[in-house]
């Protein structure tokens, strides 16, 4: 059984940064993609960025790109992201994902078959 924790969100001003964290235990962390969805109250949950089981690839949402970026240490079975510029629109419950096949590469369009339990970002104006 796959197990992933989120933590870092917190409160922080618009224009500030956040960096949140998920530890993966469970199965070989570095075979799978990774990825970060978020969730804002009355509205769907949406990709945010992923990652390839090597790092080598990343994909952004168009409404992130340029501000976060995803990143991992596999020796330390965790990923990343470093969230810039944060934005109010950025308020949401952010979750870890784990890719459901080995050596994926983490795209929007991956099937995601683990998901951590959310961290809440808040941005003020």
């Known amino acids: 059984q796959v197990q992933l924790v989120e933590s870092g969100g917190g409160l922080v001003q618009a224009g500030g940064s956040l960096r949140l964290s998920c530890a993966a235990s469970?199965?070989?962390?570095?075979?799978?993609?990774m990825g970060w969805f978020r969730q804002a109250p009355g509205k769907e949950r949406e990709f945010v960025a992923g990652?390839?089981?090597?790092?080598?690839?990343?994909y952004y949402a168009i409404s992130v790109k340029g501000r976060f970026i995803i990143s991992r240490v596999n020796a330390k079975n965790t990923v990343y992201l470093q969230m810039n510029s944060l934005k109010p629109e950025d308020t949401a419950v952010y979750y870890c994902?784990?890719?459901?096949?080995?050596?994926?590469?983490?795209?929007?369009?991956?099937?995601?078959?683990?998901w951590g339990q959310g961290t809440q970002v808040t941005v003020s104006s």
């Open positions: 990652i390839s089981w090597s790092g080598n690839n990343t």
């Open positions: 994902a784990a890719g459901a096949s080995s050596y994926g590469l983490g795209s929007p369009g991956s099937r995601y078959d683990y």
């Open positions: 469970g199965r070989t962390f570095s075979r799978y993609a």
